[in-house]
């Protein structure tokens, strides 16, 4: 069965440190590959996504994702982190044959430490 | 540009009542339109989704149904609220199958 695993339910850095954020799948063949982040009380909004190419993708807000096949990781990093970076990050999945579906993992929430 | 509007933003309502909450897209004709629902501290449950007029898929039984009276309308609805109705509920949409998917601003249900 097809599952995005995020291993970190909670992340605490310190401002201007590096973030990685983890992101895990099972799927049968290379999914297309997204990062959203919600802030408090409101939606999701679209960090950054992988369809096929570069394996490192360059989002908004300063984020890159790498996508690694080897290991079905689609790690989210950021080389320095500001407060107002703190949010929840969720990994989704969706089948590039064609689906109606996506599949999101569980979330990390990242708390930024002044 | 394409918008996805939600209302309204927040309710609060007593175990037992109707509910009735609206997604509108703008700028796209025939998208797909999902509804999810997020529990505190919880992450995104899939509800519904839909693939055109009338066409509604269920994910997961519960208490909540959802219709599309309009191509770029979508409702979520309830005859009798329960407690466990509570949460965030959140409207997304995309244009085909594969595409990416873009959220509303969400509506935070609160049943007493």
């Known amino acids: 069965a097809q599952s995005v695993t995020q291993p970190d339910i909670h992340i605490t850095v310190s401002e201007g440190a590096s973030l990685e954020l983890r992101c895990n799948y099972s799927?049968?063949?290379?999914?297309?590959l997204f990062w959203y982040v919600q802030s408090p009380g409101q939606g999701l909004q679209l960090l950054l996504k992988y369809f096929s190419g570069d394996t490192l993708v360059q989002g908004i807000k300063g984020f890159e994702a790498e996508f690694k096949r080897s290991q079905s990781s689609f790690n989210l990093r950021k080389p320095s982190v500001h407060w107002s970076d703190a949010a929840e990050y969720f990994c989704a999945v969706g089948a590039p044959s064609g689906t109606y579906k996506y599949i999101f993992g569980t979330g990390t929430r990242l708390k930024v430490l002044a | 540009s394409q918008t996805i509007h939600q209302w309204p933003a927040t309710l609060v309502q007593p175990v037992g009542s109707p509910l009735s909450l609206e997604c509108t897209v703008e700028g796209t004709s025939n998208p797909n339109l999902y509804w999810y629902r997020q529990a505190a501290g919880r992450g995104l449950q899939l509800l519904f989704y839909?693939?055109?007029?009338?066409?509604i898929s269920s994910e997961v039984p519960q208490n909540l149904s959802a219709s599309r009276p309009q191509d770029r309308q979508f409702i979520l609805s309830s005859k009798k609220l329960l407690l466990s109705d509570s949460g965030f509920y959140l409207c997304?949409?995309?244009?085909?199958?594969?595409?990416?998917?873009?959220f509303g601003p969400g509506t935070r249900l609160t049943v007493l």
């Open positions: 839909s693939i055109g007029i009338g066409q």
């Open positions: 799927y049968g063949a290379t999914p297309y």
């Open positions: 997304a949409w995309k244009r085909g199958s594969t595409d990416t998917q873009y």
